[in-house]
Each structure stands twice: as C-alpha cells, then as structure tokens.
C-alpha cells in the first residue's frame, strides 16, 4: 500500500469516552484501564492481545487504530452502532515515534509487525479496504477478515491534536455526538456506509 492511500485512520469507542478522549487523547488498553471508561472490546480477543510486539512493548501498551473501522469488530458491534463514533485519526500519526503497523489483527496468531510508516509497503491495499472480505474459502474468508482489520499501533496515547472529527450513524446521533466531545466545533458527520447501513 502506497501512503499517499492513507487519507484518514479509525478508532472505534463508546460516545460515553469522547469527553475524555479530548481531554486525554486515545489511550493505550492498559493507560484506560486507568482512568473511568467504557469498553467495546471484545473480552476473548483481549486475551489473545496478551502478547509482545517483537522488538516494541507489550500490545496493550499500544493504542489500536484501524485503517478503516468496516471490519469485522464494527459487525460484530452493529447491535450497539448508535452509541458508538468513530474517531477520525491524522494519518501523520504513521510517523509517530515507535508506531507499528500490523498486517493483520494484531491480536491473530502470525500477524507480522512493521516498523511504520515503511510497513505500509507489507499491505495489501485491496485486502485492507475491502466491502466485504467474504469467500466461499473458509480459510480465505478468514484471512481476508483478518486483513481487514490490520492495525497502526501507536506507544502509550495519540494526543487530541491528532483527531480530525467523529463519524456516527445517523443524522439523529449526530447532536449527541458533538455534546459528548465537549468541544464546539468538532466535525460529527453521519457515514452509514462505516456502520454497515
């Protein structure tokens, strides 16, 4: 994948978080855990995100942020779609010191890790931003699902300057959106197609 394909990266959370994601940034598993907050994070697969990053930290001590949120953890979670946003990230944030681009899921058994941004080369561009990772190959479905979810993992936090806006739902969640990040202002927009709608 060429860099100049990155226009905007996704973080997924609970509206109940943006007031404190604005005051604080996105936080690493283990900095949250920290502070008051809401999770969407699936419990089995936090198990699996136990796990060191060869030659970097520990996994939960990176922020997770995904090149595009319609992926298989947002299907997982349409029952819950209009309490969630998803945060717009600055692609800058590739160049952050000690970023790690996935070419998978970072929690998958033989994901690989890359120093970022020259790991974007590792991606496969049409796997990673793909409709529908669906096949009629239950292992090709697998990998493709898991594709879909490759990550950029940055150390510790991404700090507020790095948020671009919110995407949400629907036209009557966007109101409750921009009261939840308490910052007048922040671009809320409605992107259905993220939503699976």
Not at 89 to 102: K, T
Not at 117 to 123: H, I, R, S, Y
Not at 158 to 167: A, D, T
Request: hydrophobic share 40%; glycine share 6%; proline share 5%.
């Amino acid at each position: 994948m060429e860099r100049h394909r990155v226009n905007e990266l996704h973080y997924i959370t609970p509206m109940a978080n943006l007031r404190s994601i604005m005051t604080h940034g996105l936080l690493s598993h283990n900095q949250a855990a920290k502070i008051p907050h809401e999770s969407v994070a699936e419990e089995s697969v936090q198990a699996n995100r136990a796990k060191r990053v060869p030659g970097g930290l520990w996994l939960h001590d990176y922020v997770n942020i995904y090149f595009d949120a319609r992926n298989a953890m947002m299907y997982c979670r349409l029952h819950l779609r209009e309490t969630l946003a998803v945060v717009r990230v600055n692609p800058a944030v590739l160049d952050a010191p000690g970023a790690v681009i996935s070419d998978l899921n970072a929690a998958t058994s033989g994901a690989a890790f890359y120093e970022s941004p020259g790991g974007l080369a590792k991606l496969d561009e049409e796997r990673v931003y793909t409709d529908d990772w669906r096949d009629p190959n239950p292992w090709v479905q697998l990998r493709q699902k898991q594709q879909r979810q490759a990550e950029v993992l940055v150390p510790h936090n991404v700090g507020s300057n790095y948020l671009r806006g919110c995407y949400v739902c629907a036209e009557h969640v966007v109101q409750p959106c921009a009261s939840a990040t308490g910052v007048i202002g922040l671009s809320v927009e409605v992107n259905k197609h993220v939503f699976f709608l």
